[in-house]
């Protein structure tokens, strides 16, 4: 049983006993008044391990003695960031729903591959079963088809490649064996957009300056008067785009592209419409969100993770597809080591409807939470991460040292903290002078770099329009209005101490 040549059954069990115990407390909320992270720099972190079992694998590695493991492990987790916590809202994802952290765990412990029908045949059923719901509840699914409705994929930068890929396959079916497509292919996203986009135009060969990038509205919302412009601007150099990237809730603010808009100059020139809902498609959960991505069925692909806002462990995405036969003619190899023609149920292999070999199982885990929650329960998470961040957006419009800087409508705030001597200034626009923009601009770094040495709270800060400012964002179903009350507290005392430091 035992894999290596010295380990004991005793051990082994002591081992997974100790760790299932820990893991096991990470599911249950965490302590509000513990840290999210016992913060340490590289050096200093590398020594806490040194006591016990050191993070570096010598030239020849003894096994190490189960307690000491154990010890090791307490060390990684304290020194872990606690995506759990009720103040973290660092990050697309947040507190992962302890359904699902199961699931994963029985997918690891089955651990197999849903390439074949042959190796997951339960999985491939259960996979195609959410697929075709996702489809359905996206307006892509063909009530009572047989074909699967897409394929999950190892992350949405994974599935953006295959929906670019197949977009191109359309336009160009020759390229798939040539590598080459004629013209000067031209791939459309908005500058609010993802940068997976631009990875995977350098990926497929078709390189960056392929990606044009498409002016927003002040939101960040794709403005479709920019698209229509690009698109043809790109034809009259004698440009040929053939994939326009709508995004349904970008990363920094969540905005939603107008899908019928874009789907609308998508018909006009013959473009494949590629959603990346990587964010926003779980809006499609709830019934009073789901407007936000009208025009989502006229997509030719969507790709939705769930691990982000619905608290799927990472990862767990499904690429859907309106013509879901595409998948098969554009990413068929045919390898007759695996996907034997002859062989049962070889029509059910979903392995060679995309291009990774292995797949992890991460269907189990949605299927089981999905389940175990109900429809209710899903939306019930949207609704939860939007009304917090309805909270958050009242709370800062009510106290003069903050701004919003894009308030948002759905999970994700942008705002900003003021001196005395700049508090209503127009910080959108072009109201601060260069001087203060300046140093507001280095402000959120350092309030970041002391809740992060503090460990109290966990949000993040990026430029909107070359101003950093701080980014909540809200799906944690731990998070309550007293946390947003607590959380935007902290920024305003970690602002007023850092402030007078910052030259
Ligand atoms: C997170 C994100 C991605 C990338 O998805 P991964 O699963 O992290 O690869 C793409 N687009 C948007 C809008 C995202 O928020």
């Known amino acids: 049983m035992a894999p290596g040549p010295r380990t004991s059954d005793t051990d082994l069990e002591l081992l997974i006993d100790r760790l299932a115990e820990r893991a096991i407390d990470l599911l249950t909320q965490p302590d509000r008044d513990r840290p999210l992270l016992d913060f340490a720099d590289p050096?200093?972190?590398?020594?806490?391990?040194?006591?016990?079992?050191?993070?570096?694998?010598p030239s020849f590695q003894e096994p190490a003695a189960p307690d000491a493991l154990v010890e090791a492990i307490d060390t990684v987790i304290t020194g872990s960031v606690c995506t759990n916590h009720p103040r973290?809202?660092?990050?697309?994802?947040a507190g992962a729903d302890p359904v699902a952290v199961v699931g994963d765990w029985l997918g690891a412990a089955l651990n197999t591959t849903g390439a074949t029908y042959e190796m997951a045949p339960v999985f491939t059923l259960m996979e195609r079963a959410l697929l075709q719901r996702l489809a359905e509840l996206a307006g892509l699914g063909r009530p009572g088809s047989d074909h699967p409705a897409g394929i999950f994929c190892p992350g949405g930068s994974i599935a953006a490649i295959h929906g670019l890929q197949l977009a191109r396959h359309r336009r160009w079916p020759a390229s798939i064996r040539t590598g080459e497509t004629d013209d000067r292919p031209v791939i459309l996203v908005s500058s609010a957009g993802h940068y997976s986009a631009r990875k995977a135009a350098a990926v497929m060969g078709?390189?960056?300056?392929?990606?044009?990038?498409?002016?927003t509205d002040r939101a960040g919302a794709m403005r479709p008067v920019a698209l229509a412009a690009a698109v043809s601007r790109a034809i009259a150099e004698g440009r040929s785009p053939f994939v326009v990237v709508a995004t349904a809730g970008t990363t920094v603010t969540a905005a939603f592209d107008p899908l019928e808009a874009v789907a609308d100059i998508c018909r006009r020139h013959d473009l494949w419409l590629h959603v990346d809902g990587c964010y926003g498609a779980s809006a499609l959960f709830s019934p009073r969100q789901r407007h936000r991505l009208a025009g989502v069925e006229r997509a030719d692909s969507l790709v939705w993770d769930l691990h982000k806002m619905m608290g799927m462990t990472q990862q767990c995405t499904a690429l859907l597809v309106a013509e879901p036969d595409r998948l098969d003619a554009c990413f068929a190899d045919g390898a007759d080591y695996l996907f034997q023609p002859d062989k049962a149920n070889a029509d059910m292999d979903a392995g060679d409807r995309t291009f990774v070999c292995g797949r992890r199982i991460d269907a189990l885990k949605l299927w089981l939470t999905w389940k175990f929650r109900g429809d209710d329960g899903m939306a019930a998470r949207v609704d939860h991460g939007v009304a917090m961040a309805d909270h958050a957006r009242s709370v800062i419009a009510d106290r003069a040292e903050l701004s919003t800087v894009v308030a948002g409508d759905f999970t994700n705030v942008c705002f900003t903290w003021l001196p005395p001597e700049l508090r209503g200034a127009d910080v959108a626009g072009d109201g601060l002078p260069a001087h203060d923009r300046d140093r507001l601009h280095r402000l959120a770094p350092a309030v970041k770099a002391r809740m992060q040495a503090e460990g109290t709270a966990m949000i993040g800060y990026q430029p909107v329009d070359g101003l950093n400012v701080f980014r909540l964002i809200f799906m944690s179903p731990g998070v309550t209005a007293e946390d947003v009350d607590e959380l935007i507290d902290l920024v305003v005392d970690y602002s007023e101490a850092s402030w007078p430091t910052i030259g």
């Open 88 to 93: 973290f809202v660092n990050q697309n994802f």
């Open 43 to 57: 050096g200093p972190l590398t020594d806490r391990f040194a006591d016990t079992v050191p993070l570096t694998i």
């Open 206 to 215: 078709l390189g960056t300056e392929a990606v044009i990038e498409v002016a």
